[in-house]
């Protein structure tokens, strides 16, 4: 072969394109794992501080209550809560499941009624607050810790609303809503995250008060 056959036989050989790199899938349910992982680490030290000094507390004062005289601290709207919140991890589940199938009707239903649920939540931490009548200044150490420990829960449950939030306007607005699937399992482990941590601190705070 000559050395013009084989510059044209080079000429004519196909460019060789390099593989297009995959998509990283999961990224967003990691960095939410991460972040619920945090959260959990957050309210246990939290809840330890909470129980260490209601421990010293009875334990110095034998015969004294740990809620300050006067305040109410009825169980009645905490358990309601824990119910509503465990009755949002089934439409949760329930938008997690029409979003893999790319059912719109069936995602922006469970949405509605999941972010339903924790607004009836905050709602019912509202009343709680005014009911109980808990001064934070009274010079006892529960209220101070039973506001943080309340206060921090419902700041980061208006948060997993707005998470909510983002991802139904992301799914709704896409033309094939189960390439959302990720985002949308990652919303439904921060909100069941929130609904773990009220269980304990339901028990921890309202039913062993």
Request: charged share 10%; hydrophobic share 55%; glycine share 6%.
């Amino acid at each position: 072969m000559t050395t013009t056959e084989h510059s044209a036989h080079a000429a004519v050989q196909p460019e060789v394109v390099p593989a297009a790199v995959p998509p990283r899938r999961r990224t967003l349910q990691v960095g939410t794992g991460f972040a619920s992982a945090c959260l959990l680490m957050y309210f246990g030290a939290l809840l330890g501080i909470y129980l260490s000094e209601r421990a010293d507390f009875l334990s110095a004062n034998q015969g004294s209550t740990w809620i300050p005289g006067g305040a109410v601290l009825e169980l009645a709207s905490p358990t309601v809560m824990a119910w509503t919140l465990l009755l949002s991890v089934v439409t949760m589940q329930w938008a997690v499941r029409a979003t893999s199938q790319a059912d719109r009707r069936h995602i922006l239903i469970a949405l509605l009624v999941t972010a339903l649920f924790g607004v009836a939540v905050i709602n019912q931490f509202v009343f709680l607050f005014r009911q109980m009548g808990l001064e934070i200044d009274d010079g006892s150490v529960a209220a101070p810790l039973i506001y943080t420990i309340t206060g921090s829960f419902l700041a980061f449950l208006v948060i997993a609303h707005v998470f909510l939030f983002i991802m139904a306007v992301r799914v709704l607005a896409s033309p094939q809503p189960n390439v959302h699937i990720d985002g949308m399992s990652a919303a439904a482990l921060f909100w069941h995250s929130m609904v773990f941590i009220y269980w304990v601190l339901w028990i921890a705070v309202f039913v062993t008060k």
